[in-house]
């Protein structure tokens, strides 16, 4: 933990959810998740290390993540330099002196946790900033998320120089594929190292000093970076499925080459964990967030679950949170379909339908309790036919303050379910915590409702259709 870190814990209010709850009812429902619980830390877990068989309905089992936060900063506390975690920083270091722009080669759990943590935690116009303003610290483009033409060659124009000094034309790429076998990123993978190349005027040592490999422990991917002799490649452990992968180098790779503090992005994660562990059913955030969206989930057929977050930062974690979802519940036709909406922006487009539209939606309220900077006020205008002349001495987070609590009464005035979570400010302690705590939620519940939370067997379809499609007869 940081000296002048807080270990604040995230504060959680479902009290709301649960008015309607008998108490025997809430007792059951508390019974039941300290089961899953010992279950998800205990039995899953052994599972994995091969202590007990694996049934076939827990096939796969990516339980692995949930120790991956522990065991990271112990190898670091232990090790240093020579751990992974420090071999990952040093590489970080290297390419962020070495490049101005980072191309993030990967599609959905290999990236979008990525892209949450650059929108969350850097400056939110951190690409359009000088290379002095931004500390030193590259761009980041994500492409291999799609096979979009006109957006990758508008991408690689840009990298292939933009009138600016020659050296902040360097670039790199991170490519992140656990399969390896993703058709997306392995396009992308040949479009742009070919650039790279060029860029590097075919000098193969300066192509390997820019290029980072972070993948399973076999396939294309790694049979590639042995091919080309590169030195930087990171593993995603087996037991680690993507979305659930961003404590490992997927998401702490570029984390670090953003200088985010991912030993703070760690702890986070570790102080939930044992959160997790230790507190009893009624408080304890992961397993009372899950027991009261389940309550009204099951009760009301809410099977919409909307997550509001309050802050523009935090909209790709809620992308990261609507796949988290989606791919791990939406299976044998269960599973709340996620959305992510930005307020206050989106009271403008979707409040409407969600307090007056169909009874079947649940809101999750993220709320940040601190602004990164200075309040903005509303100062006194020659000018008052703006008619803001009540709000003058007022600042932009009283205003927020206010637009959540007048949404909070509205939504109950029509008897909308509202739970809050509550982050003491957006930095990377904060954030861990949420991360893991969305994580072993979405566990949780899966194991609560019988439905394995790890893989994805519907997406194989596609892709195998798309093979079949492509492959000449
Ligand atoms: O969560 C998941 O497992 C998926 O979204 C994968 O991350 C995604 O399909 C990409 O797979 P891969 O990393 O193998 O390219």
């Known amino acids: 933990m940081h000296p002048n870190q807080s270990p604040t814990l995230i504060e959680l209010d479902c009290e709301e959810a649960f008015t309607q709850c008998p108490p025997q009812e809430q007792q059951r429902l508390h019974d039941a998740l300290a089961r899953v619980r010992a279950e998800v830390v205990v039995e899953d877990l052994r599972m994995l290390r091969g202590e007990i068989p694996t049934p076939a309905e827990k096939q796969p089992l990516d339980a692995a993540f949930l120790e991956l936060p522990e065991r990271l900063l112990l190898g670091y506390r232990n090790h240093g330099a020579t751990s992974e975690l420090g071999r990952l920083l040093q590489s970080a270091e290297r390419l962020r002196e070495r490049v101005d722009r980072v191309v993030l080669l990967g599609i959905g759990g290999s990236y979008m946790g990525p892209r949450a943590l650059l929108d969350a935690l850097c ?78 005027g075919q000098d193969s040592q300066r192509v390997l000093d820019r290029l980072r490999v972070v993948t399973g422990p076999q396939g294309p991917l790694r049979a590639i970076s042995e091919a080309m002799g590169c030195p930087d490649v990171f593993e995603i452990p087996t037991g680690v499925g993507g979305r659930f992968s961003l404590f490992s180098a997927v998401g702490l790779l570029p984390a670090a080459i953003l200088n985010i503090d991912v030993v703070q992005l760690l702890e986070g994660a570790v102080a939930m964990n044992s959160h997790f562990r230790d507190a009893d059913p009624g408080e304890n955030r992961v397993l009372d967030y899950v027991g009261s969206l389940y309550w009204l989930e099951n009760t009301g057929s809410l099977d919409i679950r909307v997550l509001n977050v309050w802050s ?37 487009s979707r409040a409407q339908q969600h307090q007056q539209g169909r009874r079947d939606k649940i809101h999750v309220n993220l709320v940040i309790q601190q602004t990164r900077t200075a309040p903005i006020r509303i100062e006194p205008s020659e000018f008052e036919q703006d008619g803001l002349a009540d709000l003058v001495g007022q600042a932009f987070p009283d205003i927020m303050a206010a637009a959540i609590a007048g949404t909070r009464q509205a939504y109950a005035g029509d008897r909308r379910p509202t739970i809050d979570v509550k982050l003491p400010a957006i930095d990377a302690y904060s954030l861990g915590q949420l991360f893991q705590m969305w994580m072993l939620t979405t566990v949780v519940e899966g194991r609560l409702r019988g439905v394995n939370p790890f893989g994805q067997p519907g997406v194989e379809a596609y892709k195998r259709n798309m093979v079949r499609i492509l492959s000449r007869p």
């Open 123 to 200: 400056h939110p116009y951190h690409n359009e900033l000088s290379r002095a303003a931004r500390g030193g610290i590259p761009r980041m483009y994500f492409a291999g998320n799609n096979v979009d033409n006109d957006a990758t060659d508008a991408l690689l124009r840009l990298l292939a120089g933009t009138g600016e000094s020659p050296s902040d034309c360097d670039w790199g790429i991170v490519v992140v594929s656990k399969s390896g076998g993703t058709i997306e990123t392995a396009c992308a993978l040949r479009v742009f190292l070919e650039a790279l190349r060029e860029n590097c």
């Open 312 to 348: 523009d930062a935090l909209e790709s974690l809620g992308l990261w949170h609507d796949q988290l979802l989606a791919e791990s519940l939406g299976k044998r036709e269960q599973g709340a379909t996620p959305l992510t909406v930005v307020n206050t922006r989106d009271l403008h």
